[in-house]
């Protein structure tokens, strides 16, 4: 039963969208709307089934409620997937029917870039929908977010860094990236310059060959990169690298990285703390996206007050870091804490104004 999965958590809503004629299948989920419009991004994912997909999707828009929270964004979360191989089966159709999907919702969620989907597919979207964000044009565009999520993780690996290996600088620290899409090419370019030491794996051989030729970068396997020895393992694929069988195996002291659902389930974060890990958490350190496409949809783009929000992550992540020290607990722990407490104080004021 749906309302009775772990990951179903409340959702305030959850919409199935199917369109036989351009073969869309796709499911939106919308976890709160307390703090605005639920805003989080459309992934393309081959998914194995459609348990995986709806697991998926319940995990990701939990994950944007408190990553908008956290950011301080006037949005609430939501996430869609559509069920597919971006390689090969997108389309205009398929696009368009989607965002007839997210127009039949009226404004409850609003879609933006996500694994797999590209500003050019938003803009597709955008034929059918006016609830989509990450424009390529058009008044306060804000483009693709990826370069300012890899900001944001840059920022945040240094804080991380800082904390726990006591070192300002990049140079020498040996970085591990997994997944080398729109986030991990982005963040690669910022720690080559900074002089770290980059191991790198993609299941696309292109892409690990671009990062060799272009920053000297070792290449492992895709399934070993989380294996790696190095001090800072930064996840850019997909969620729930850190679980049973993977942490173990993580010689890395620092795991702080773009991708979203890293921890496999909520009581990894006790392990990771208590294996000595210091773990940024994901919905935090990943957060210059949205903040940018925030800007969008309140009407208020200015690229530099967009870049001195995402500079506040390593700030949130450094309190973060000093209350788990402070309290012995999981940094994951202390993060949906305050994400939590952000909410339910908006539910209260809510309440009160309505009275
Ligand atoms: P992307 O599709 O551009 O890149 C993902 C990359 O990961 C691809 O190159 C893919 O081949 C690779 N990959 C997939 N499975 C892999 C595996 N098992 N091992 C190694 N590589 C693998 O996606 P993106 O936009 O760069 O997003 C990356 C992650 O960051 C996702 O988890 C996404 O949800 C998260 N994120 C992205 C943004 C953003 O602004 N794009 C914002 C917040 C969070």
């Known amino acids: 039963m749906l309302f009775d999965l772990p990951d179903f958590d409340n959702h305030e809503l959850v919409l199935f969208g199917r369109d036989a004629a351009s073969g869309l299948s796709a499911i939106i989920a919308v976890h709160s ?3 605005g419009a639920a805003c989080g991004g459309c992934r393309m994912w081959p998914y194995a089934n459609d348990a995986e997909a709806l697991t998926d999707v ?12 956290m950011a301080g964004l006037p949005l609430g979360g939501g996430k869609s997937v559509i069920i597919g191989d971006s390689r090969k089966d997108k389309s205009d159709a398929l696009f368009h029917a989607f965002g007839r999907v997210i127009e039949s919702l009226g404004g409850r969620y609003i879609a933006a870039e996500d694994v797999g989907i590209s500003v050019a597919d938003v803009m597709t979207m955008g034929k059918t929908t006016r609830h989509v964000a990450g424009l390529a044009n058009g008044h306060a565009a804000s483009g693709d977010p990826s370069p300012f999520t890899a900001y944001g993780v840059y920022l945040g690996i240094k804080a991380a860094v800082q904390h726990k290996l006591g070192t300002d600088s990049l140079k020498g620290v040996r970085i591990a990236v997994q997944g080398l ?3 991990g090419s982005n963040l690669l370019r910022r720690l080559a310059d900074d002089g770290a030491v980059l191991t790198v794996a993609d299941i696309h051989a292109d892409a690990v060959q671009r990062a060799v030729d272009q920053y000297g970068a070792t290449a492992v396997a895709a399934d070993r990169i989380h294996a790696a020895d190095v001090d800072v393992y930064t996840p850019c694929a997909l969620g729930a690298v850190l679980n049973n069988v993977s942490l173990p195996e993580v010689k890395a002291k620092i795991v702080a ?17 208590a294996a000595g890990i210091l773990y940024a958490p ?33 700030v949130t992540l ?29 539910k209260t004021e809510a309440k009160v104004a309505a009275a």
Do not use: H, W
């Open 33 to 35: 709307t307390a703090l």
């Open 58 to 69: 319940l995990r990701l828009s939990r994950g944007m409620s408190y990553k908008n929270a």
């Open 181 to 183: 899409g729109n986030v």
């Open 257 to 273: 990285g773009g991708a979203n659902n890293q921890l496999a389930t909520a009581s990894i974060g006790e392990d990771v703390r």
């Open 282 to 314: 994901d919905y935090v350190i990943n957060g210059g996206g949205i903040i940018n496409v925030s800007a969008e949809i309140t009407n208020t783009y200015d690229r530099d007050s967009v870049l001195r929000q995402v500079e506040r992550i390593p």
């Open 318 to 346: 450094a309190e973060i870091f000093r209350r788990a020290d402070r309290e012995a607990r999981p940094t994951s722990e202390i993060a949906d804490q305050m994400a939590r407490e952000i909410l339910s104080a908006a």
